[in-house]
């Protein structure tokens, strides 16, 4: 049984190796890539509209949603990297129905690429939201001694969105396999429902924590008005 697809090597030429997660990362990725061609090449502003842009819209309407429920007032400005951190984790979960195919987030590497593009993509809409000095002078409030501590609040928060991801994803696969090694003739259905669920769920959690992140960067840190005698 593999803990983890990193396992599972396709090509290797001497440290150069070709394994299942970076083969499924990118034919995830294309897959996302021709889809959303297909759906966005034809789009109607109209009354007469196809079934997939109606399904895209619920898409985005429902993230912008979220997002904005988060705390962010300008949801359009994070919906390319928040929508697509969430799509990407739950398009992973969805291709488990395809055989042979092991989501490339059971793979800690690829859990942490994940966390460490939060973790870069926080300062850059925080610096842009608030201007770079009111940025880095928010890690010294409310005295310059938090300065370690919020930096290692910076790195702590990183470090666990991608081992929960990696955690979560990792132990249902093992579940899974467990029980259909038991009893592969009743689970299999059943376990492959839910695999996808929690897949849904994960994908919901990571991109909400991002935009939580984001939200914090972006909006707790700004100048306080001042007020009149």
């Not at 770079?132 to 702590?156: A, D, H, K, Q």
């Not at 376990?191 to 972006?218: D, E, N, P, W």
Request: proline letters at 5%; charged letters at 10%; hydrophobic letters at 50%.
């Amino acid at each position: 049984m593999r803990l983890s697809p990193d396992e599972l090597i396709f090509w290797q030429y001497g440290f150069i190796k070709l394994n299942a997660t970076i083969l499924y990362t990118w034919g995830l990725m294309l897959i996302m890539v021709v889809g959303s061609k297909i759906i966005t090449s034809n789009l109607s502003t109209g009354l007469n509209r196809s079934h997939w842009q109606n399904f895209l819209e619920i898409i985005v309407t429902t993230i912008l949603s979220q997002i904005e429920d988060v705390g962010l007032s300008q949801p359009h400005k994070y919906l390319d990297f928040l929508g697509t951190l969430f799509l990407f984790i739950a398009v992973a979960s969805l291709c488990i129905i395809i055989p042979g195919y092991e989501p490339p987030t059971g793979s800690l590497s690829t859990t942490a690429a994940l966390a460490l593009s939060v973790f870069v993509a926080v300062p850059i809409f925080g610096i842009a939201e608030q201007g770079i000095g009111e940025y880095l002078r928010s890690y010294t409030e409310p005295t310059v001694i938090m300065l370690p501590f919020n930096i290692i609040s910076e790195i702590s928060r990183t470090l666990a969105l991608a081992i929960r991801l990696f955690g979560n994803m990792m132990s249902g696969t093992m579940i899974i396999a467990i029980l259909l090694t038991i009893m592969p003739f009743i689970f299999p259905i059943f376990m492959t429902a839910l695999g996808l669920l929690t897949g849904m769920v994960q994908a919901y959690i990571f991109s909400i924590l991002a935009a939580v992140y984001i939200a914090a960067a972006t909006r707790t840190h700004k100048s306080r008005p001042e007020t009149g005698d």
